[in-house]
């Protein structure tokens, strides 16, 4: 059973707009949540994170939104640059109780391509 | 060097080899993971190592065999694996257990014969 799912492996957006990528959780207990980004050949870069005692965090470029009531959370990228096309993962975790915060639960990843 | 490196960067094995991966990161950080990465699936979390104990196993099979010499190395040996351990593994450090975002190097892709 996928605890964190990215429902749309891939998005395409031009440059200049905004990306939106979405991310659902059923897990109650995941109380952090975080974004990477990942390019061929390379490991998982982080790229930003919201607990959830915030909705909003906001980085440059990215915000993360979090609507804990629909367990949803979703990555603005305002504007989009060809550089952004990238695979973005979303990743959870249970911080409160004591758990390791490297111990991710990841979504299976949306593929960005952002048109020049 | 910087960050989190892993060697080496592609593995060909066969079944009945035994291999090591390598893990090194220069971030002072005291908790080192083990993921893994099979094709059209999420990355999953493998081994926790904090303060070179491990603090988790995720139920992961006894042909891998972590191995955590200091906070600063991490390793993986592999024996009589299985074509279906063909995958990325990945690993990554953190601050600590309960401290700071985790960290990853650019893994290595195995592939099992």
């Known amino acids: 059973d996928q605890q964190v799912k990215q429902n749309s492996p891939s998005l395409s957006v031009q440059e200049g707009r905004i990306s939106i990528l979405n991310c659902d959780y059923t897990n109650s207990m995941f109380d952090y949540f975080l974004w990477y980004k990942k390019y061929p050949a390379e490991g998982p870069t982080f790229l930003i994170s919201i607990s959830s005692i915030k909705d909003k965090n906001e980085d440059g470029r990215f915000t993360v939104f979090l609507n804990k009531s629909a367990k949803h959370l979703s990555l603005h990228i305002v504007p989009s640059q060809p550089g952004d096309s990238a695979v973005y993962f979303c990743?959870?975790?249970?911080?409160?109780?004591?758990?390791?915060?490297?111990?991710?639960?990841f979504g299976q990843g949306t593929i960005l391509t952002v048109h020049p | 060097e910087t960050g989190v490196t892993q060697t080496p960067r592609h593995l060909v094995m066969g079944m009945t080899n035994k291999k090591s991966l390598k893990c090194e990161q220069h971030l002072g950080h005291n908790a080192m993971y083990w993921y893994k990465q099979s094709a059209k699936k999420p990355l999953e979390l493998m081994f926790v190592?904090?303060?070179?104990?491990?603090?988790e196993n995720n139920s992961v099979p006894s042909r891998f065999s972590p191995e955590c010499p200091n906070s600063s190395h991490l390793f993986l040996h592999l024996h009589t694996l299985q074509p279906e351990d063909s995958a990325l593994y990945l690993c990554?450090?953190?601050?600590?257990?309960?401290?700071?975002?985790?960290?990853f190097g650019q893994g290595t892709r195995l592939t099992v014969v």
């Open positions: 190592y904090n303060f070179k104990e491990q603090t």
């Open positions: 990554a450090s953190s601050q600590g257990s309960t401290q700071g975002e985790a960290f």
């Open positions: 990743a959870a975790s249970a911080r409160a109780g004591g758990t390791s915060y490297g111990k991710l639960t």
